[in-house]
C-alpha cells in the first residue's frame, strides 16, 4: 500500500494493516493485539511497530502501537486516529479512510523515531489479510 511506504519514508517505524471479514472474539483490539503477535510486530528493535486493524463485515476497527510508540504518543493520540478512520469509513471511503490513519501514524513515527541511515524496513509493507467469509 503506497500510504504504508510514504508513511515510513521519515521513520525507523513500522506499520501494517490488516483485514479480515470477521472479528475473532468481540473486541477488536484484543484481535489487533493478538494479530500484531501473529506479524512478529513486537519484534523490532524500538518497539514502535503500529497496527490497523479492519473487520470488514463486523464494522470493527483498532490501531495498536508497541509499548515503544505508544509511551511517546499516548492513548488520546490513538482515539484520534480511529475517529478520522470512522469519519471516512462512515461515509464509504475506505481507502481515504486507511490512508489518512496510516499518514497520521506516519508522522507521529517520525516525530518519535526518524529515519537513521542505516534504517532497514523491519517489517512487510504488504496488507495482511484473516479469514474469509467466501
Same mark, same amino acid.
Given at each position: 500500500?503506497?500510504? &504504508?511506504?510514504?508513511?515510513? +519514508? #521519515?521513520?525507523?517505524?513500522?506499520?501494517?494493516?490488516?483485514?479480515?471479514?470477521?472479528?475473532?472474539?468481540?473486541?477488536? &483490539?484484543?484481535?489487533?493485539? @493478538?494479530?500484531?503477535?501473529?506479524?512478529?510486530?513486537?519484534?523490532?528493535?524500538?518497539?514502535?511497530?503500529?497496527?490497523?486493524?479492519?473487520? &470488514?463485515?463486523?464494522?470493527?476497527?483498532?490501531?495498536?502501537?508497541? @509499548?515503544?510508540?505508544? +509511551?511517546?504518543?499516548?492513548? #488520546?493520540?490513538?482515539?484520534?486516529?480511529?475517529?478520522?478512520? +470512522?469519519? !471516512?469509513?462512515?461515509?464509504?471511503?475506505?481507502? +481515504?479512510?486507511?490512508? @489518512?490513519?496510516?499518514?497520521?501514524?506516519?508522522?507521529?513515527?517520525?516525530? #518519535?523515531?526518524? !529515519?537513521?541511515?542505516?534504517?532497514? #524496513?523491519?517489517?512487510?509493507?504488504?496488507?495482511? !489479510?484473516? @479469514?474469509?467469509?467466501?
Amino acid at each position: 500500500m503506497a500510504a &504504508i511506504k510514504e508513511a515510513e +519514508t #521519515n521513520t525507523s517505524g513500522e506499520i501494517r494493516v490488516h483485514l479480515e471479514d470477521r472479528c475473532k472474539g468481540d473486541d477488536p &483490539i484484543k484481535r489487533a493485539i @493478538e494479530v500484531f503477535g501473529e506479524l512478529h510486530m513486537h519484534e523490532t528493535e524500538l518497539r514502535n511497530g503500529v497496527i490497523v486493524y479492519v473487520a &470488514i463485515k463486523d464494522h470493527k476497527i483498532a490501531v495498536w502501537g508497541d @509499548e515503544g510508540i505508544h +509511551t511517546k504518543v499516548g492513548q #488520546n493520540f490513538w482515539d484520534d486516529v480511529l475517529k478520522r478512520m +470512522t469519519k !471516512y469509513f462512515q461515509a464509504g471511503d475506505f481507502e +481515504t479512510g486507511l490512508s @489518512e490513519a496510516i499518514l497520521m501514524i506516519g508522522d507521529k513515527l517520525k516525530d #518519535n523515531f526518524p !529515519y537513521q541511515t542505516d534504517d532497514k #524496513n523491519e517489517l512487510s509493507d504488504d496488507i495482511s !489479510y484473516g @479469514e474469509s467469509d467466501a
